[in-house]
């Protein structure tokens, strides 16, 4: 490799490349900039001084809205959403494996969540909630909500996994005495678990991002992005970036965290 | 897996136990499935089933009337305003979807051919999605400090002289929709595409230039038609998403713009739930009929 | 009295405040949970969410549109201890005696019920209202002085093609009819019976006319809320638009020029109030009495005042007020001293007069409130295929 | 360790769908013993061998492992442990966990089960590897701990599908070396599925021949070599040029053949029903030159010369037979080459040239 | 077709980062020659013969297509035609025009080139086959159309990078031949890489065994066969015992030599330098019996016993000797079986213990 010439396409598409970062990464430097902004700057460049003024200002009370509240409900929600999303797409995968009736239903069924309009979705569970009597929340409906987004992911995740996963290694588990339980607690879970974790990641990610699911069944209080989208109608100041800045951060944060394990998992694989 | 698929019959003398391994292997499925199916049916189907009975229904400014009238469809299917809606949201749609998979087969292409060492590609891959798993709603938004009449771009070309007034069409127009939804989506391109182009085996890339393909009809004759499962997957997924849309459309407009998801949010807000469900069960049918038409083209179990 | 209960309120940014929360914690012991959406949520949430709150914040249009559907419950009048204090605008529709009655859905005619069990209201005043007014005032267009050019006087001005491009109106459909039916009349080109409740025909030739100027390119963008209002004017992006006096405000303690113009047209007014839950009983909704009756005693309404809007119990607002306070935002006259925001930021200078003058000058030169229409769900059709051409 | 057991399958099948995989096939293995199943891609051995592990349901019929029968036990509780193909290691976790795994799961402590591990992984040599993964290990290292893996729950039988297809030719030969001593150490039951004639020659005791889920024959491998049962075991096993033809005169003990428009043939043995015949002609016993009698030699056209080291194997054509191949030292060979196109005369003693069964003959 | 061209490597090297994988090889291909490389995995033969296609640049030195230098050419322009192992046959693209690929990329029109394209099927008998997708197809198949897809472009040298592993055993040996006979009736110049000996033994007119990137031989295989340059290739090719130990005598045109701890040997040839010498003795002269004179045999134990049809292959150590192979004629052997553990004389003659060379020496 060392010293071979690149060709001229590899130039050209590297520049696109790069263009193409600047294109993702530059908004999202821009409001991280102008949340550095002094006391009296506003929601444009130029910068009005430079200060760490909106991040503590984050921190207060501030004059609507309640985005400590809301961060902390959104990530309750992403959990719960990642635990089942997790669990659920598991047990779906397991089932795939076996032919039942009604499994190719089940399957486009899935497909289907995926396709169909979250904004319909958030209408049909509104509207069905408010029907039957059931107060929305962001635990009960919008839980649910979110969960027709995730958990369509989850499976066709672990549908490609179990796609690649080879039966001798549970054979061989039967083979030598493992019950179905043992099967699946020492050879399947282990085998699997950096894909789980992808999913929970997965699930997390999209919970904690969701918006249009969250808007007819988030009920009473709401959630981060529900807030952020609210503070965009009623903030005028930086700490609207700050905001946006911190949450960027936060999911950094998160993606790092995951990669971590799996990267860990997976030395620990090749290791011991 | 076999086990399932065994038929009873070709077992007479088979004792009563072996049997119930198979029923319990039977039973386990359905089990691991139900939590699925329960959380689709009622999360998903009900919802569906109740928008189509209150698309039927009756209403006034405070209230729903179960009923079963046509108006809500009348109404949302004989004004001009549905159609050039429906126009304008595909219009949405075709030129994201271009852009989307333009970029998003580049840049999949460059990681994916271009890029030498596993770990590079890793690396490059994950660069291009972290992004995607932060607010979409700030990522939107991070568009107008950059793009306004006093923005980032406007003052670089009024610096560089190149223009002498602010560029207008920058902000709160159809341009900056298609920007901001590109740059929402252009990962649901890229990752299936990738995927698509990591599964091609080196050697066709080898025979074809072998053949005395020359990079062009490397690319046409053989990357892309291999690549055709990966940007299905990506289309789906890009039109189902500009299709639903309406913060980005609603926002990056300035409001000025509509598309098929706004106007049911606008028919929400202002409580006309039967009519937000006339067109939703529009939309949706509009959507799985696109959808459907993909996946004509590609069979996603085996791409998975 | 300190109160373990917890209310549930939620409404438009404009009077959600956290400061209000805070005091009420302090005075009454009781724990407001608050909510600040736009206004289309706020009445969509009224409406198919009744069990989400304890306490509406809403404006009037949206409790004609909230209240027939049972969701909330009339207030006693003889438990509301300011009951008398309350701006007669609210109660007769009259400012003062002499006044006219505003077009539109003026507070006064959807604030009473017949009943504790009605949800019709009621044409003249009742021991049961369906909200308790809160806030109200008059809007008219904000201009950038420094980028016009030019004095605006009417608000056929937001039409002048040399502002094409950046203009803007609010895209609240029971408001924004409101913005246009004062523009259409002030253009000469159309009178209404009442503007407040069009005709099929009236509400045609207004939509047309906004979409023949949407077309034009005569607009930058539509709003929604109070701030993207601040945004826009802030921004430059638009130079006149339909405002709110706390809004030309906020422009202009950035130190950016703004006026809050008025017009020879007069006003477009709304107002605002709380309405209960339905569902609120016994010591819940002993607790929501406890808590309007502290609203209107005085130290809300000057926190309102404050920002730039107007209480609907003056009189007691008053005992919370500095005598320059109440001079400079409540009887337009030159600010003695610096007027302070709630944070201690300086608001105003010394010196400084209030655009559109005195209370009774803004409140008096009502045109007409944002309304409900007969045509209500027409015009709401028509709206969205303006916003959509 | 556990002593061998025998296995009997008796009229067993498999049953796909509406595909039958195994066609009610009988076989005893003798305890002890090391039988290759040896077929063409998709005969139906590894269906077998899976149907004797547990690891597939048998359709009809009835399988013992000495004294039991065992239909109807889960694969642990057979007595049989199996070696998989590609080893099924799991990736997990490392070489004296693998091997240990089946006393976990038994619930034996953890310092006896590493224990007893280490002393398997002794056994095939692989103690100084105990604690890497499998990633990281040769595929003949992998080998070797699988089999310890199976070994450690004290097998009557092991059973092995396809175990060297996954190593170079070269370690292959250096590794079933190995496997055969240790079966012969272990003592217990070997059933090796393989589709490599070599591979089952070197090792078997017993050699059983499928094709198309039927067995062909079921032998020690020189009755195989030397007295196939079949046209497709002739043929299959590569050593035997096979002749059709119409029988055109019987004899004691001895037919000949006439090939369609081409020669004819002697052959010992009975002829079968009908009035066809196979024949098979062992390929290392052809020499060059012409037959001292008719009907035990022609003369056909080389098409082909395959050098292999010490011997070189002609392929010819002639007398109506296509594809005639002879195998010749290559001393001799080279002292009279023969090149491609040349006519040559071959030719083959009696004894050499036998008659083929029929299957269900 | 076009004629055959010779290919010369001079020096060529292929350094990946770090690491040379290819150590300066040079070697001259004849033109209408079948070439094998030989080696074990890792040796470099896929590189090799990567490098003469073009699809991998050269570190340094020099390729030559018969009188063109082509080292900077990219594939197409080179005269070559590559098959590659699993035959990356376009999985879109239907037989025919899998084939007619190339001729499509020179803008050849479709009436055209698909007449062409089934010309060229018909030459692999293929043709039957030609709106199938590949998938449709079964190993041999597919390896045909690779093969009438690498011809159609006339090369004057084709390149096959194992193209007979995806096989089964029993198609291997058929498919063999008709390489075989293809290069015969074409002419051309064909580089086949294998890790198998039987095959390159079979199919090459020159063998180049290949080992760490360096060629240990490069010979007519009854050369490599017969003289082994080295100890590995004489291990490699697995029909040598390889006896190594110190040079104890030198007489004329004959060494002796002492193994460690064991016997005296002696073999025909020069001595290397260093004092201590590899001898090789072919395993299929070895018979079973006391040696006439010293130095020419051993008395060893038996360890194993396989066999392998027309003979059998007895293994035994002794007189310092590890894993000494016979292959003994079947006849012999069963006349006087032998088992594991026995003690039995091994002999051979004189001219069938020769003395390997070290490389570089
Ligand atoms: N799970 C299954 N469902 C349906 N058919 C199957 C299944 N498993 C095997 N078969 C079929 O049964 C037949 C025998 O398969 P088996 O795997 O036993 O062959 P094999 O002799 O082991 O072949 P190979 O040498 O290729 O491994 C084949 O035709 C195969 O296609
Ligand atoms: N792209 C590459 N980058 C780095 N090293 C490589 C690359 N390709 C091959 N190698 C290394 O070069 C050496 C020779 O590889 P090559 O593929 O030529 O071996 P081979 O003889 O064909 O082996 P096999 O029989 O396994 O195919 C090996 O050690 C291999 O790991
Ligand atoms: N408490 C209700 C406040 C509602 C404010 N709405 C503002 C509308 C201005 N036109
Ligand atoms: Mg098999
Ligand atoms: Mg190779």
Redesign the pocket.
Known sequence: MAGERRSVTFWILAVFFGLFLVFLYGPLSAILILSFQGPSGGLTFPLNGVSLHWFRNLTEQQAVGDFGGSFRRSFTLGLMVMVVTVVVSLLAGLAFRRRFVGATPLFYLAVASLVVPSIIISLGIGVMFQQVGIRPSWYGSAFGAHLTWTLPFGVLIMFAVFNRFSPAYEEAARDLGASPWQTFRHVLLPMIAPMLVGVGLFGFTLSYDEFARSLMTAGTYNTLPLEIYGMTTNVTTPVLYALGTVTTLFSFLVISLTLGIIVWLGRRRARG | ??IA?EQPAASPARPAGARLVSVLGRLAAYLQAAPLALILGVFLLAPILMIVAVSFWDYDFARLYPDFVLTNYAETLGSWVTWRTYLNTLKYAAIVWALTLFIGFWVAYFIAFHVRTATMQTVLFLVCTVPFLTSNIIRMISWIPVLGRNGLVNATLIEMGLVSAPVEWLLYSDFAVVLAMVHLYTLFMVTPIFNTLMRIDRALIEAARDAGANGCQVLWNVVLPLAKPGMAIGTIFVVTLVMADFITVQVMSGGQSASVALMMRNQMSLLQYPAAAANAVVLLVLVLLMVAGILRVVDIRKEL | AQNPITLRQFGTGVSNLNAIAEKCKEDLGITLEMTATDSDAAAQRAVTQPDSYDIADIEYWIAKKVFPAGVLQPMDVSRLTYFDKIVPLFITGKLTPDSVIAQGTAPHTVGFVEGPDSTTFAKAPTGWLTMVPTIYNADTLGIRPDLVGRPITTWADIMDPAFRGKTSILNIPSIGIMDAAMIMEASGELTYADKGNMTRAEIDKTIDFLIAAKRAGQFRAFWKSFDESVNLMASGEVIIQSMWSPAVAAVRSRGIPCVYQPLKEGYRAWGGGIGLAKHLSGAKLDAAYEYINWYLSGWVGAYLNRQGYYSAAMETAKKHMSDDEWGFWVEGKPAKGDILAPDGKVMEKAGAVRDGGSFEERMGKVACWNSVMDEDRYMVRRWNEFIAA | MSKAAAIDIAAVSKI??T?T?VHAISLKIPAGSYCCLL??????????LRMIAGHERISSGDIRLGNTVVTDLPPARRGTAMMFQSYALFPHLDVVDNVAFSLKMKGVAKEERRARALDLLKLVQMDTYADRRPAQLSGGQQQRVALARALITDPEALLLD?PLSALDPFLKVRVRAELKKLQNELGITFVH?T?SQEEAMALADLIVV?NE?RIEQAAHPRTIFERPATAFVARFMGDHNVISGRVADVRDGAVTVEVAGGGRFDALGRPPEGGQADIAVRTDRVRLGEAPVPGLGFTGIVTNVEYRGASVKLTASGAGIEDFTAIVGDGPFFARPVTVGEAVPFAWRAEDAIVLGRLGS
């Open positions: 897996m076999a698929v | 796909y769908g595909m995989a077929g063409p891609s998709g005969c139906g051995k590894s269906t077998t396809e599925v589709h499928m889920g």
